[in-house]
């Protein structure tokens, strides 16, 4: 049965093209990830690949050379994320996406598409050409426990990726969390923390929008935020609106919040003259 994956973000869209990929110094094949393969077996893998967020950590050809494009470069590595009809792909100059569509130990990549931001790091351009090239077809997928677990794909053409998994907020949590957009104020301010001495907190509000996009009258009111947005680095100066996932936390420890702010983009960003 085939089930459809869902792209995660929307993006602007183009098609993306190039020509044959580059391989790297030849080393031995991976032969834990040829294994992964051969022993995969027809299972519904959907849950487990929406549960994940996948990190790059090996790459080589059919020929058994290390992918050097695919894994080279500082930052972090290269993530594919899966939802109910496809995935996107992060950590490369642009965000990426395709519609997927999975049966059994098979995953159909169709046409990748891509928002067209121009990119001045070498490596993060390679990156991106590179894993364009390899993503559209029909390729095997095997999925093994642990900690963390593994996702192995077999290209059509024979190249072997391997993934780690890191729990996505929505697993980490238990639970979907709620969308809320949030205007942070490009200074902190003075707060009462029980275990932190002279804490100085987000001054946060939240703002509304309409289903054209355009913001709504009657913000809150601002109020400190005593904790951090994970994925959010504040700078001072600058004063941001940013869109959340919030969830609930189950049985937080004492003087710990019982909610969390995850980053899912930010929706504004500007410089304010002090």
């Keep these: 049965m085939r089930r459809p994956l869902m792209l995660l973000l929307p993006l602007a869209l183009a ?6 990929p580059p391989e790297g110094t030849a080393t031995a094949p991976t032969q834990a990830a040829a ?20 990190r790059l950590v090996d ?17 972090e590595a290269l993530q594919l994320d899966f939802a109910d009809s496809g995935l996107s792909v992060s950590n490369a100059c642009n965000r990426m996406g395709a519609n997927v569509a ?4 098979r995953l159909t990549v169709d046409q990748v598409i891509s928002t067209m931001m121009a990119c001045a790091d070498a490596h993060l351009t390679a990156r991106e050409r590179e894993i364009g090239l390899r993503l559209p077809g029909t390729h095997r997928i095997a999925l ?3 900690e963390p677990p593994r996702l192995t794909l077999q290209l059509e053409n024979g190249d072997v990726l391997v993934f780690e998994g890191v729990p996505t907020p929505a697993t980490r949590y238990g639970g979907e969390g709620e969308t809320v957009f949030l205007e942070i104020a490009p200074e902190r ?6 275990l932190i001495s002279e804490q100085r907190c987000l ?15 009657g913000d809150a009111e601002w109020a400190p935020l005593y904790q951090d947005i994970e994925g959010f680095t504040f700078e001072d100066g600058v004063r941001n609106v940013v869109r959340v996932q919030r969830f609930d ?23 304010v003259g002090r």
């Design 15 to 20: 098609a993306c093209g190039g020509s044959t």
């Design 35 to 54: 294994d992964a393969i051969a022993d995969a077996a027809p299972a519904d893998h959907a849950k487990t690949l929406e549960a994940y967020h996948w």
């Design 59 to 75: 790459a080589t050809s059919s020929g058994g050379a290390r992918i050097d494009a695919l894994l080279d470069g500082d930052g």
């Design 102 to 105: 999975l049966d059994d130990d």
């Design 144 to 146: 093994t426990g642990g």
């Design 189 to 194: 301010v003075a707060c009462s923390h029980p």
């Design 203 to 217: 001054q946060t509000r939240e703002v509304q929008y309409d289903d054209e996009g355009v913001r709504s009258p």
């Design 249 to 271: 936390v189950a049985d937080p420890p004492a003087d710990a919040p019982s909610q969390a702010y995850v980053l899912d983009m930010v929706v504004e960003s500007e410089s």
